[in-house]
């Protein structure tokens, strides 16, 4: 089997990246809850610091967040050709593929509300369109929006360990690690009640998941056995008439 034949999780490790970089490393807040948090002091949010937003951050978030969205999709179409085809019986590799498509359905709506609030901020090309109590609503909806979504992957992720240790289709000790992640996210939400807590690192765990995959070895990742293959090698020759 040849490297690019290996290569399709990669679409995975991609969208995880750029997922990580749209949601955490463009996430923006209003520069008096940013200094109120290095002082170490509670900060009441409210319409009338809606000014104090740019708009580069949830600009290029957007931007980022949308491709996450159709890396996603392509992996998810890649998952399905090269492992759901390949191995019709397991309902977990439906699951996975399934999981990254509600991940990319709620990624586009919430980073369409960070490129929103981008266009309608202070300084964004259409503003003045919003007053603050508009901006507040698009502010609050991206407050958790480019986070909640991941729950779809973290779906993924468990049906990754079943398939790891149920069906022996994945890394064992990749799916051990999955499913020690998926652990911890879970009991997070049981004890937190935070419903964003799958956004902070699942993209970064989806592209670590996806090199495994890529480079590891995985039975996900070989090439299907031929017709001419699967026959047993002592079968005698057919002779003819």
């Known amino acids: 089997m040849s490297a690019r034949d290996r290569l399709w999780p990669l679409w995975g490790a991609a969208a995880g990246l750029a997922g990580l970089t749209a949601t955490i490393v463009f996430d923006t807040r209003p520069t008096s809850e940013m200094e109120a948090a290095e002082r170490g ?10 000014d104090e937003l740019t708009r580069m951050p949830n600009y290029l978030g957007f931007l980022f967040g949308f491709a996450a969205v159709a890396l996603l999709v392509v992996f998810a179409g890649a998952w399905r050709s090269r492992v759901e085809q390949q191995h019709p019986r397991s309902i977990a590799a439906s699951v996975v593929s399934g999981g990254a498509l509600v991940t990319a359905a709620g990624l586009a ?7 929103a609030l981008a266009n309608y901020g202070y300084d964004g090309p259409e503003s003045g369109l919003y007053g603050d109590q508009g901006l507040f609503v698009y502010f609050i909806l991206t407050d958790f929006g480019p986070y909640i979504p991941w729950v779809g992957v973290l779906v993924s992720f468990a049906g990754i360990a079943w398939m790891a240790w149920a069906e022996r289709l994945v890394s064992r000790v990749l799916g051990t690690l999955t499913a020690l992640y998926v ?6 939400f049981i004890v937190m009640g935070v419903p964003g807590l799958a956004g902070p690192l699942s993209g970064a765990w989806l592209a670590i998941v996806g090199i495994w995959l890529a480079v590891g070895r995985s039975r996900v990742t070989l090439r299907p056995l031929t017709v001419a293959a699967r026959e047993p090698r002592d079968a005698a020759p057919a002779t003819a008439p």
């Not at 652990?183 to 997070?188: L, R």
């Open 41 to 50: 002091e509670d900060f009441l949010v409210t319409p009338d610091v809606m």
């Open 109 to 115: 709506l919430g980073y369409g509300w960070k490129g």
């Open 183 to 188: 652990v911890f996210i879970v009991g997070a």
